[in-house]
């Protein structure tokens, strides 16, 4: 509910503004009233008000006066001047001061209604702009002021992380795009990526549901046929100024636990693996490196084949993977010349581990890595492969309603996913998946351009997206307006 404060020096117009709030606005809570405008700002400067309706003519400070303090001071509160005088340059002064709107008396109760209906729709935005900053701000870590946190429910919250497939990309930050919540949504997500959902859910949305239940319900949901979910639930409540360490706990537990392929509902306290007695991991270790520091070429990929069943069967964590393996081309760059310059190879295991669902996937995009950096091991012959990346390219914008995965597109084409993973960089400076969740949002667009009355769940599913939600937080990311938003505007552009 929105805060509101009511100034005027005439007690009869004091109450009948203030009744009219009380008996027919309910989105509206009256917190405070003054009669002059020095006495409204010590209100303000307490009870933090999101509107502020004050008179023109006051004792002590008049309204334009209290209208210009409140906009130096606290610009995110609206202001509407009520007045009896109808000359222009009170108007005037009005706007310059920075009031949102401007009312004469005397004033009936459908004028109030169609001024408030105008705010609350601006309000709603600020209020939704205002929590994603600072979502954003405490899953990063940063320090958020009471003001900020003003934004949100009073209360206690819970937290749920749930991540599809693999950990966010090291070194795509320019191409991947934060998440946020719908506005209307009740729960507030933020995502690294379109991958990931930290759910921070107020305690008052659990009175009917319990929290387990909610966070199995929310993991079920999110479990699809050709990928993988991690999903950590923190197990206490707290307040939302500690967020920030609740998302470090939380992303934390991520690093460890993410095992490639594995469904997983866990808790925070769910102890990490500890794989230090694995005898068979040691063992094929030493043999690994033994190949690579004395250059026996030919023994390198069952070698690495070998180690990968190790990790599979025990299930090694993604991060233990993805630092042994960086490992292994550190060693082969410093024992010889490759085909591959360092950053490429570095965007190429972000893209392996990132984009595939199972074991064997990664095993295989690791195996084209290492083929590509000692070519005489195995080349792969492609006469055109500009020609080539065009079909690709055309095949995706033909088969977007359909599950498309990186490992489909190259038994698609017969290639490895590491030439694939290269040729989306190398073409479009991005990634398979960022490259895939842009065609498939230009093409929503596309839909909604044609007919701007299409439902969106039907947009959704014809783009390749089975949760309507999912694709809205994605749809806005991207364009920075919701479907529903967007298809508003066409339908606007049209009329006109």
């Not at 995110?76 to 009005?94: C, H, P, R, T």
Request: glycine share 4%.
């Amino acid at each position: 509910m929105y805060k509101v404060i009511v100034v005027d020096d005439e007690p009869a117009a004091l109450n009948y503004v203030c009744l009219v709030l009380e008996k027919k606005y309910p989105g509206f809570t009256l917190v405070g009233r003054a009669g002059n405008g020095l006495e409204a700002l010590e209100q303000i400067t307490k009870l933090q008000p999101d509107i502020l309706i004050t008179d023109v003519q006051m004792p002590k400070m008049n309204g334009i006066e209290l209208v210009s303090k409140v906009k130096e001071h606290y610009p995110d509160i609206l202001s509407l001047i009520v007045s009896g005088y109808s000359e222009f340059e009170y108007a005037k002064q009005a706007l310059a001061s920075g009031v949102c709107d401007y009312l004469l008396k005397p004033l009936a109760p459908s004028d109030i209604q169609q001024v408030l209906e105008r705010l609350e729709k601006r309000l709603d935005r600020l209020y939704y702009e205002k929590r994603n900053e600072a979502l954003q701000a405490l899953c990063h870590g940063e320090d958020v002021t009471e003001s900020q946190l003003r934004y949100f429910p009073a209360g206690n919250y819970y937290a749920f992380l749930c991540r599809r497939n693999g950990l966010p990309m090291r070194f795509s930050h320019k191409t991947s795009r934060e998440l946020f919540p719908n506005p209307e949504e009740k729960i507030y997500i933020f995502g690294r990526d379109g991958l990931e959902g930290l759910h921070v859910i107020p305690e008052s949305l659990l009175a009917v549901q319990n929290y387990s239940k909610l966070t199995k319900q929310l993991y079920n949901k999110s479990l699809q046929k050709k990928s993988y979910v991690t999903a950590i639930t923190y197990s206490e409540s707290f307040k939302l100024k500690d967020l920030n360490q609740v998302a470090k706990k939380l992303y934390h537990k991520l690093d460890e636990t993410i095992v490639i392929g594995k469904n997983q509902l866990i808790n925070e306290k769910t102890p990490g693996f500890n794989h230090q007695n694995d005898k068979s991991e040691k063992e094929a270790l030493k043999e690994m490196e033994y190949v690579l520091r004395y250059q026996e070429l030919e023994k390198i990929l069952p070698k690495l084949e070998k180690l990968f069943e190790i990790w599979e069967k025990q299930n090694y964590s993604q991060l233990y993977i993805e630092a042994r393996v960086t490992y292994f081309f550190q060693l082969i760059m410093h024992s010889r010349k490759t085909a591959l310059e360092v950053t490429e190879i570095e965007f190429l295991i972000d893209d392996a581990f990132y984009s595939v669902s199972k074991m064997e996937e990664v095993k295989d995009s690791i195996l084209g890595i290492v083929k590509m950096c000692i070519p005489t091991l195995e080349k792969e012959n492609i006469d055109d492969k500009e020609k080539l990346f065009h079909s690709i390219q055309t095949y995706l914008n033909e088969h977007l309603e359909q599950e498309i995965t990186l490992n489909g597109i190259c038994q698609e084409f017969g290639l490895s996913q590491t030439t694939l993973s290269r040729m989306f960089r190398k073409y479009e400076n991005t990634s398979f998946h960022n490259y895939l969740t842009k065609i498939r949002i230009h093409k929503a667009q596309t839909f909604m351009q044609k007919d701007s009355k299409i439902y969106i769940k039907d947009i959704a599913q014809r783009v390749g997206y089975y949760d309507q939600f999912y694709f809205s937080r994605l749809f806005r990311s991207m364009t920075g307006m919701s479907p529903k938003e967007y298809a508003d505007k066409i339908r606007e552009e049209k009329n006109t």
